[in-house]
């Protein structure tokens, strides 16, 4: 009889823990940031409208990684085309709006016939997007910085399960964020 009691303890804990990793709570979303430059992407969130709230770093990320140890930052997302060390996804309250900000700064090197020169590059783009219950989102940082060209975006999906039970990207409607406290906070 007690071996019974025990045989069926551990299932239901079994049971119990696998359901749990099945769903999200109903009042979070699952967001996953994804670095696409060997270039820091560094991750702000902000309270409010214009950047105006206090500044909350998020994270950094970096295409292939910053030499830590990743695998703890995913939380099994569908549709991981991504090296999993250039990606970071956590849990975030929903429904809730997000105001958000990525920026990135580098230098490369301008060659004179007798000198070199650095030139720091910077960009910064901001961004909301109403998060809705128990669903995926992915935002991809996309970057190119040289001193002919900065192209700095924020490219957000929401993921998707289809009747056949594979996943597709559908893109999201990304808001920009404007004002001049924007301004001030990346400048």
């Given at each position: 009889?007690?071996?019974?009691?025990?045989?069926?303890s551990?299932?239901?804990i079994?049971?119990?823990?696998?359901?749990?990793?099945?769903?999200?709570?109903?009042?979070?979303?699952?967001i996953?940031?994804?670095?696409?430059?060997?270039?820091?992407s560094?991750?702000?969130s902000?309270?409010?409208?214009?950047?105006?709230?206090?500044?909350?770093?998020?994270?950094?990320?970096?295409?292939?990684g910053?030499d830590?140890?990743?695998?703890?930052s995913?939380?099994?997302?569908?549709?991981?085309?991504?090296?999993?060390?250039s990606?970071k996804?956590?849990?975030?309250?929903?429904?809730q709006r997000?105001y958000?900000a990525v920026s990135?700064n580098?230098?490369?090197?301008?060659y004179g016939d007798?000198?070199?020169?650095?030139?720091?590059?910077?960009?910064?783009?901001?961004?909301?997007?109403?998060?809705?219950?128990?669903?995926?989102y992915?935002?991809?940082?996309?970057?190119?910085?040289?001193?002919d060209?900065i192209?700095?975006?924020?490219?957000?999906?929401?993921?998707?399960?289809?009747d056949d039970?594979?996943?597709t990207?559908?893109?999201?409607?990304?808001l920009?964020?404007?004002g001049?406290?924007?301004?001030?906070?990346?400048?």
């Amino acid at each position: 009889m007690l071996k019974a009691k025990a045989i069926l303890s551990g299932c239901v804990i079994f049971l119990f823990g696998c359901a749990s990793n099945l769903s999200l709570p109903s009042d979070t979303a699952r967001i996953r940031f994804v670095a696409t430059s060997d270039l820091y992407s560094h991750v702000y969130s902000f309270e409010n409208y214009g950047c105006k709230g206090g500044r909350n770093f998020e994270m950094t990320i970096q295409q292939g990684g910053l030499d830590i140890d990743t695998s703890d930052s995913l939380l099994g997302m569908p549709l991981m085309d991504f090296d999993p060390k250039s990606v970071k996804e956590y849990e975030h309250p929903a429904p809730q709006r997000y105001y958000g900000a990525v920026s990135t700064n580098g230098n490369i090197i301008k060659y004179g016939d007798s000198s070199a020169s650095s030139i720091n590059l910077f960009c910064a783009v901001t961004f909301s997007v109403k998060f809705q219950p128990g669903k995926d989102y992915e935002f991809v940082h996309k970057v190119k910085l040289t001193e002919d060209d900065i192209d700095c975006s924020v490219l957000a999906y929401q993921l998707v399960e289809k009747d056949d039970g594979s996943f597709t990207r559908i893109p999201e409607p990304v808001l920009p964020v404007f004002g001049e406290k924007c301004a001030e906070e990346f400048n």
